[in-house]
């Protein structure tokens, strides 16, 4: 959440935001609401205060008097019970509002109202070229008998599926090798609950917004909710600590993840790009403030690092205002090649989160003044696993249904070099 002082002291700045991000947000009712809430928590207090000092005089009066101060009380009793009850209110629609109210952007973070607005920054490679007419990675898995939706269906309902055979392997060569590259790097490795409280939600940023898309499991009794990012455990790891930052706490993880997709985003199922449940690497960094600009940047190189390794062709994209989610400051994605669609895919996503996500989960540490701030935090989506595979077929593709193995993956499907 963005501190109040900002949104207080300087509206005009949250209105610019609101409108860069093209979000509907009315910040002059907030304001309104919320001057409104300070108003009736000083009367509140005052109310407060006289029923505690009249509460230690009253066993000192006598008779009457004593009689009319309790009959005065009790009209102060009812004052506070309406005003209590008006503050809920209150409070309860101020949250609604504060929750959404977007963080700031960073001064070099694009700005534009749509898709477009987002600036390639830099390429890799030119996209892959064929002497044969290239297939689809859906046709390949096909042929080759390595998902099965039919059964996923039949199991765990639409947009569910089984994998197998030599696509497992591959899924975990990639898991292995990001891990070992991010190990040299000194990234901590990780594996977290994928099922997380409501507050969790609430506390990384994803809940209101996104609330919608979240699978909640056993409503009205445990409450819990099945995570789309390993990013929102591991960034509450640290909730409600002080920390010791002589270093950036750098962390690497890996987790299944679910999302409820609808409407139009299902028109990529066919290709797999979108389902209920996929598997993610992803890395969490929680850093001082000076450090967070720093820290997006090595994390940006190594991610690339990470991508030229395997060879394959991307675009480096600095994400526009319009197309930012609530808690980023910036944002850049990769996009890898997909030959088959003739265009580049998001495949991994790197944030700058700043200490919007900290301050909801209380995550501190000391300056050199032994000053108390808030710590920043920054997320990496490293590779999604399935995007990762479906760039793998179709850009390592052959004329005879085999997919070439990186190089740098060989060491880990037991220097295999096709599948």
């Known amino acids: 959440m963005l501190d109040l002082k900002i949104i207080r002291n300087n509206p005009q700045l949250i209105k610019d ?90 001064n070099t973070a694009a700005i534009g109202d749509s898709e477009e607005g987002n600036m390639v920054e830099d390429t890799f490679l030119k996209p892959t070229e064929f002497d044969f007419k290239p ?18 269906s039949e199991v765990s309902g639409s947009r569910f599926w089984y994998i197998k055979w030599d696509l497992v392997m591959l899924q975990f060569a990639l898991i292995n090798y990001a891990f070992s590259k991010l190990i040299e790097y000194w990234f901590n490795p990780i594996l ?11 506390w990384t940023g994803f809940f209101p917004a996104d609330e919608d898309w979240i699978y909640c499991v056993n409503p009205g009794e445990d409450d819990l909710y099945l ?28 987790s299944n993840c679910f999302r409820r997709e609808a409407g139009s985003a ?18 969490v960094v929680f850093c001082k403030q000076s450090q967070s600009k720093e820290m997006h940047n090595l994390m940006i190189d190594v991610e690339e690092n990470i991508w030229q390794w395997l060879k394959i062709p991307y675009q480096k994209i600095n994400i526009c205002s319009w197309d930012l989610w ?73 004329k005879d249904w085999n997919i070439i193995i990186p190089k740098v993956l060989r060491s880990y499907m037991w220097n295999k070099k096709e599948i």
């Not at 029923?51 to 009380?73: A, F, G, H, T, W």
């Not at 390993?230 to 010791?244: D, F, G, Q």
């Open 266 to 283: 299902w028109k990529d199922t066919k290709w797999i790009l979108r389902w209920h449940q996929f598997d993610k690497v992803e890395m």
């Open 17 to 106: 935001v609101i409108k860069k991000r093209n979000l509907k947000l009315d910040l002059d009712s907030f304001l309104k609401l919320d001057k409104e809430k300070l108003i009736l928590k000083q009367e509140l207090d005052e109310l407060r205060q006289l029923r505690n000092n009249v509460s230690k005089e009253i066993p000192l009066l006598q008779d009457k008097e004593k009689q009319d101060k309790v009959l005065e009380m009790r009209k102060v009793w009812e004052q506070i019970k309406d005003l209590e009850n008006n503050y809920r209110k209150i409070i309860k629609t101020w949250q609604e509002i504060y929750w959404k109210i977007p963080n700031l952007l960073d």
């Open 326 to 398: 609530n808690p980023a400051m910036k944002k850049y994605d990769l996009e890898a090649w997909m030959p088959w669609q003739n265009k580049y895919r998001e495949v991994t996503s790197c944030s700058n989160i700043w200490e919007y996500q900290s301050r909801r989960l209380w995550i501190r540490y000391k300056d050199g003044n032994w000053k108390t701030k808030y710590v920043h935090t920054l997320n990496w989506t490293i590779i999604a696993l399935w995007r990762c595979i479906i760039a793998i077929m179709e850009n390592y593709q052959t």
């Open 135 to 152: 297939k689809p990675h859906y046709e390949i898995w096909k042929q080759k008998w390595w998902i099965d939706i039919e059964k996923g």
């Open 227 to 254: 995570v789309w990012t390993a990013e929102v455990p591991v960034t509450s790891y640290h909730s409600n600590e002080i920390l010791k930052l002589d270093e950036p706490i750098k962390y690497i993880g890996y």
């Open 192 to 202: 977290p609950p994928v099922l997380v409280k409501k507050q969790a939600m609430f």
